[in-house]
């Protein structure tokens, strides 16, 4: 058995394979077992005073938390990985990490809803001011900072609408004026975009969604690079983030198959997307693995996949009708959150602050999940047809 580190050298997927578990120090157990606790036991005061054994306490680590925390820092070339209890948790505890009242953060107009409410309501009454910027806005990110930004929060392609922005290029402005950098990094996971090559000094995951990827499990984790690493273990600390062993246990198990089950919806979601692209009843397909695609070329330049999600926006319709299509599924079902094995399909209103949302028909994003994709096609024509 070969240490964690010299596997740098091999493929993502076989990668997956083999991290965060050590079949030696379990009694030759393949997986990192199922570690439950809360108290950890000191065997006497000195050990106690110091804190010197490895795990003290059961929300700072167990082997089951620190095997998935590790898998996922080597995964993407992060310094270290923190897990909190939700991928919303992530994003607030990073936020808070680097931010103090009289600070200023400039947030991506296309971020999760519930990191747009973090921000307008939460972070600006304990006196952080908040802008909003247009993803796409590159290197002219420069005239946006002020000498009180401290950091820029990104999400690429961004929630329900799929822009890309170009990291690198706003990354090293962000350097310059002195801000780090955050990116939401949930939709590509640590496969398809590796944040640390690109600029970003913290990369947060919803491990509910693709890691976990079976639709039973909540968790989050912050990745960070060596710069930020300290701000975000403290402010975890202090807030009392983390997760239990099962989630991580979870989490780990889907994690052995992610690359396996990406391959396959990818292929499925670009067939599925293509073929809308044709069908009259769609005005628009957002997905930038899409040649047509605003953000095809920075997608294929930063990228070496693509997730299974993305929108279509509909020609105006009748609530009615939209109602007829959807009620009437029998393999997309709809609801939250995205990542499973299931498909799923919902209809969605972006809420844009300083970019523009004029599209007159309803977004909906689809989720694809394992089924066979000619299946898939045949529940969403069926649905189409349903609008008529
Ligand atoms: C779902 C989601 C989150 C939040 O993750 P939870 O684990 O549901 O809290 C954060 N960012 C993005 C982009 C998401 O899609």
Redesign the pocket.
């Known amino acids: 058995m070969t240490t964690d580190e010299s596997r740098e050298s091999v493929g993502d997927a076989t990668r997956l394979a083999h991290l965060g578990r050590n079949s030696e120090q379990q009694q030759g157990l393949v997986n990192t077992p199922v570690t439950r606790a809360s108290t950890i036991l000191f065997p006497d005061l000195k050990t106690l005073r110091a804190g010197a054994q490895e795990y003290t306490y059961g929300r700072h680590a167990t082997p089951t938390t620190k095997a998935l925390q590790d898998a996922l820092a080597q995964l993407e070339g992060a310094h270290a990985a923190f897990l909190t209890s ?6 607030t505890t990073s936020i808070l990490s680097v931010t103090k009242a009289g600070d200023h953060i400039l947030v991506a107009d296309c971020v ?1 809803e ?2 747009r409410k973090f921000c307008t309501e939460a972070l600006s009454a304990m006196g952080v001011s908040v802008s909003f910027f247009d993803p796409l806005v590159g290197a002219d990110i420069a005239k946006l900072v002020t000498p009180k930004t401290k950091a820029v929060f990104l ?1 690429s392609p961004g ?1 329900l609408t799929f822009e890309v922005s170009d990291v690198a290029a706003i990354a090293d402005a962000a350097h310059q004026a002195g801000a780090k950098v955050l990116l ?1 990094n ?2 590509a996971t640590p496969l398809f975009f590796k944040s640390f090559r690109n600029g970003v000094d913290i990369s ?1 995951h ?4 693709y890691i976990s990827g079976h639709a039973d499990g ?3 984790a912050i990745l960070t690079n060596e710069h930020a690493v300290d701000d975000v273990e403290r402010m975890r600390r202090l807030l009392g983030q983390s997760n239990g062993a099962d989630e991580a246990y979870l989490a780990l198990r889907g994690l052995r198959s992610l690359e396996a089950r990406l391959a396959r919806q990818t292929a499925s979601a670009l067939e599925i997307a293509r073929w809308l692209e044709t069908r009259p009843e769609v005005a628009r397909v957002l997905y930038p693995a899409l040649e047509n695609d605003p953000g095809y070329r920075l997608w294929q330049r930063d990228f070496s996949g693509a997730a299974s999600l993305f929108s279509i926006v509909l020609h105006p319709c009748s609530n009615d009708a939209l109602a007829r299509m959807v009620d009437g599924m029998s393999l997309f079902s709809m609801g ?3 990542g499973a094995f299931e498909s799923l399909i919902l209809p969605s209103v972006p809420n844009r602050s300083v970019t523009e949302w004029s599209e007159a028909g309803t977004l909906l994003r689809l989720y694809i999940g394992l089924e066979d994709p000619n299946d898939l096609k045949q529940d969403l024509e069926a649905a189409l047809e349903r609008l008529e």
């Open positions: 939700s991928g919303l948790a992530a994003v999760y519930p990191t999400e929630s939401d949930s939709w947060i919803s491990v509910t969604k909540m968790c989050g939250y959150s995205w």
